[in-house]
């Protein structure tokens, strides 16, 4: 197996897939994929098995989906280009705005066409702490209508009402935002055929309270007679995939440092934008164990660093480190700065190994000129 390169294990992926399919079964919920977060399309089809279809951050996401996978095609942007649009409306079913003028600017179109819009408000209800770039509802968000820019006057022919304000959260902070929500918004509900919960909703990770979310979703749908959409994208390949990687050389400076041929601004940028410590298989913190490394990527930025790991037995080139949780994020958001190789994709199946995809030199040159 050539490395760097990410490995997603199907059966892991399966099991996410089963655990959201028994929500839709018990609660006639939709739960759409968002694609943003994983977009490996070449198990589109498999994930199509058991989800209502896709969401998309904009047009090409959009078209994967409409190539890919069956079902329904969600869009919402923060803003929707002209040119764009003529195209969104024949592939997708469901458009949401991010405000009223938007809403206005398109709405003739998009009813020509019989799209489900939709609004995405901003209940104005941080439930997270310590990730700011990841809360919608902070101070000045661009992220929906709040309830004093909201237009109730411009509603007709709006069918939903959409938010997103969770990130890797239980559902015991869906609780607490639906109670925000109905407070600012609930008079609105009953004239809606469908509220979408957005995405954040960490439902596959050990210890969620999937009978809370389950309570609540089937509350909605009874009170406001609502059909209720979820759009997780963690949640569908959470602890579904490694990123394989060698160690190329190992020097010292004070401590011992190790360094791979994979990068954290490359190919796993939420290790330094979230940030957090990616956890890899059979090493622990640093000096837990005998030998401690501080992992850093080849690249010229002297930031690049991975964290400080100890293991059992020394590291050598050519050792191999499995970085755990590395399906999610990782794929869709990495880059070639340093003109760094991609990591090959690859799809574990029971026992077998099947590379779908290699990249090299021409995937770097191709988007610069
Ligand atoms: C990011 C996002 C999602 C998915 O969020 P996860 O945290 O990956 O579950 C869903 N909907 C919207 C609008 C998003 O921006």
């Known amino acids: 197996m050539l490395t760097p390169c990410y490995v997603v294990e199907e ?14 079964d018990r609660t006639g919920c939709h739960i759409l994929l968002a694609q943003k977060c ?3 399309f070449s198990v589109y089809p498999l994930i199509g098995h058991y989800l209502n279809g896709t969401t998309a951050s904009g047009l090409y996401e959009a078209r994967l989906a409409h190539e890919y996978m069956d079902g329904e095609n969600h869009i919402y942007a923060a803003a929707y280009r002209e040119e764009e649009m003529d195209e969104i409306v024949t592939i997708c079913d469901h458009i949401v705005f991010n405000s009223f003028s938007q809403w206005t600017k398109y709405k003739k179109l998009a009813q020509e066409h019989k799209i489900e819009c939709g609004i995405r408000i901003n209940p104005q209800c941080s439930t997270q702490e310590g990730h700011a770039i990841y809360d919608p509802c902070a101070p000045f968000s661009r992220m929906g ?13 709006i069918s939903g009402l959409h938010f997103h304000t969770l990130c890797e959260q239980d559902s015991i902070d869906l609780v607490t935002t639906l109670q925000a929500v109905e407070e600012q918004f609930g008079h609105l509900l009953p004239q809606m055929k469908w509220l979408n919960l957005g995405g954040g909703h960490h439902i596959t990770k050990e210890g969620y309270d999937i009978e809370k979310l389950i309570t609540n979703i089937n509350r909605m749908q009874n009170k406001y007679d609502l059909e209720i959409y979820l759009e997780p ?4 390949a959470l602890n579904a995939g490694y990123l394989l990687t060698e160690v190329l050389d190992i020097i010292e400076n004070g401590m011992s ?3 791979v041929d994979t990068s954290a601004a490359c190919h796993m940028p939420d290790v330094l ?3 957090y ?10 000096n837990e164990k005998k030998y401690t490394y501080r992992l850093g990527g080849p690249t010229c930025l002297a930031g690049d660093i991975i964290g400080d790991y100890s293991f059992e037995d020394a590291l050598k080139v050519g050792s191999r480190l499995k970085l755990c949780d590395m399906a999610i994020y990782s794929m869709v958001k990495n880059n070639t700065f340093n003109g760094m ?3 090959s994709i690859v799809l574990k199946k029971g026992d077998m190994m099947e590379t779908i995809k290699v990249f090299g030199y021409e995937d770097f040159k191709m988007r610069l000129s």
Not at 12 to 23: G, M, T, Y
Not at 145 to 157: A, I, P, Q, S, Y
Not at 277 to 284: C, D, H, T
């Open 257 to 259: 440092i190790a360094i």
């Open 145 to 157: 209508v709040t309830k004093e820019n909201f237009r109730k006057d411009l509603l007709e022919g």
């Open 11 to 24: 059966e892991k992926l399966i099991k996410n897939l089963e655990i959201l399919k028994r929500v839709i």
């Open 233 to 236: 994208g963690e949640a569908v």
């Open 273 to 275: 934008e979230m940030p």
């Open 277 to 286: 410590r990616p956890s890899i298989e059979g090493a622990f913190y640093a």
């Open 341 to 343: 190789k991609l990591p």
């Open 38 to 40: 994983f977009s490996m």
